[in-house]
């Protein structure tokens, strides 16, 4: 959640039926995305040459991607 989108996620008329189908049921911080792309930017990560990595909170996986 940034300051940016916090002032539209956060009316719960749009927040409440986002997060009932989220798993974790919360937003994404900043520093719980950032992690990942330090990883994809790493060397750790050289062999890796395209991914879908959705970081949020397995909202994808209620459609079984």
Do not use: N
């Not at 719980?32 to 395209?50: K, N, R, Y």
């Amino acid at each position: 959640m940034t300051p940016i989108s916090l002032g539209h996620w956060s009316q719960p008329h749009v927040a409440e039926p986002f997060l009932k189908q989220m798993p974790l049921g919360r937003w994404a911080t900043e520093d719980e995305v950032v992690g990942p792309i330090v990883f994809l930017l790493s060397d750790a990560a050289s062999m890796i040459t395209g991914i879908h990595l959705p970081i949020d909170g397995g909202y994808t996986c209620r459609w079984g991607l």
